[in-house]
């Protein structure tokens, strides 16, 4: 009997085994599939909104809008201009950055730093007047204070923490994209036709990278002006090495300079660029290891240099 059981044990151990070996294999294959089709969708209605923009200032000249997505998008875009001004404009191009692409998300962002630190405040001062000791005037306003302080900074903490994450895995993937662009653009192959196949083939490597890439595309492919697309990228993009290569494409357009020699030069400084940044982490990692080894590594070897010693002395 316990062999029996022994043995069930046995077959249900190797058969959980079996299935965590083929999650761990076919996870990833699913999850590359996922990006894909997210890729996919954010360029494809990328494409349909600029197709009925298009198609709208076709039928009107004058450049009133049509359908709902360009309609409400315009709208939102000069509700948020005329009530904030520029600061609205600044919010607009952080949420882009951020990879937050709904028009409405804006105004939301600023009705958020307005009702978020009420919130909490009212939620201070409920904490406040239930708890049973008695706390004095300068700390309660002290605690009022640093919760309407931490509502106003919060939704920009957040959204700045997501423009980092996004410029870094730009600047990170972006001069292998580089380098393949100008692989084909030295083959013969368009630019627009470029930037859209190598978008395809960074989508399993850097999603956001290959987001962008594929709204440059489409972009690109459907506007009359290929200097406003890059524009457009740039602005999307903030800072980094994507924005530099869309101001360097922008200023060989206006010049007349070759494209692919402009490439060539921006692919050798980003790359001494990474490099760069590459050597200024390893010069920092030193002092950043200084107090963890000092707090964990400091004790422990004292502890196995000196405990013996100390033992036999107890001992003796």
């Known amino acids: 009997m316990e062999g029996e059981l022994g043995d069930t044990v046995i077959v249900l151990l190797s058969a959980l085994a079996a299935a965590g070996s083929f999650m761990a294999f076919a996870l990833p294959l699913l999850n590359k599939g996922d990006k894909k089709e997210r890729y996919q969708s954010i360029i494809e209605k990328r494409r349909r909104d600029l197709f009925e923009q298009a198609k709208e200032q076709a039928k009107n000249p004058a450049g009133q809008q049509a359908t709902m997505s360009a309609r409400d998008s315009m709208a939102t875009f000069f509700k948020v201009q005329n009530m904030f001004g520029e600061m609205g404009e600044k919010v607009r191009d952080q949420m ?160 007349g300079t070759s494209v692919s020699q402009a490439m060539k030069v921006m692919s050798e400084e980003l790359r001494d660029m990474r490099m760069q940044e590459a050597e200024r982490k390893a010069a920092a990692l030193p002092p950043k290891l200084t107090v963890p080894m000092i707090a964990f590594f400091l004790p422990v070897l004292f502890i196995v240099i000196i405990g013996p010693a100390v033992l036999r002395a107890m001992y003796s």
């Open 96 to 255: 882009l950055q951020a990879g937050i692409r709904n028009p409405s998300a804006p105004i939301k962002f600023m009705i958020a730093r307005v009702v978020l630190p009420l919130v909490l405040m009212i939620f201070a001062m409920v904490i406040l007047s239930s708890s049973e000791e008695e706390v004095s005037n300068s700390t309660t306003l002290l605690i009022l204070g640093g919760a309407v302080f931490a509502g106003y900074k919060l939704p920009w903490v957040l959204v700045q923490n997501q423009i980092q994450k996004r410029t870094e895995e730009i600047n990170l993937t972006f001069p292998d994209a580089l380098d393949m662009m100008l692989i084909c653009v030295q083959g013969g192959i368009g630019l627009e036709q470029t930037v859209s196949r190598i978008a395809d083939e960074m989508a399993d490597h850097s999603e956001t990278l290959a987001e962008e890439l594929g709204i440059l595309s489409a972009e690109m492919a459907m506007l009359n002006d290929r200097r406003s697309a890059l524009q457009d990228f740039a602005r999307r993009i903030g800072s980094g090495a994507a924005r530099t290569f869309a101001t360097a494409l922008i200023q060989a357009e206006q010049y």
